[in-house]
């Protein structure tokens, strides 16, 4: 099982479909907001999306679950939780829907972390970092027992990766 998940493209043009080509063989495209385009713009269409606070329109939906395999997925943006103090509010909201794992975007800081049994996964923004990491997108796959979270730059080179514990 393979999902590549991207956050904070903010307007940036080309990278999310160019995401898709490296990545065809992927099994979902997850975008977790602020992409500053139409629902239903080309550049999303691969996308299951949700909105981030500078998405604008009614068919964004604030959060959505995922399920494949073992994996129960809890995905949105992150700022109706306030992630960027903690993410103890996204970890029981993820809990609440019986989901094991957070994707959240919005703080432009790739982070992982587990909060009373959720791991919380921050892809970082593809387009605008704010740490001193560069801009990153993740690639999260289910290989038999092991579950993996790479992350990617902008040419598409690995720079960190990390075994996650579900």
Known sequence: MKWVIVSDNHNMKNILTDIVSVHEDADLFIHLGDSEFDYHDPELKRYIKVAGNCDYGSQFESSKQIQMQHINAFITHGHLYQVGRNRERIAEAAALENCNIAFY??????????????????PGSIAQS??????????????????IITFYNQQHEIVDKEIVLL
Do not use: L, M, P
């Open 105 to 122: 975007g919005h703080t432009h800081i790739k982070r992982v972390e587990t909060i009373e049994g959720v791991v919380c996964i921050n």
């Open 130 to 147: 704010r740490s001193v990491d560069t801009e990153t997108y993740a690639v999260f796959t289910v290989e038999e027992e092991n579950q």
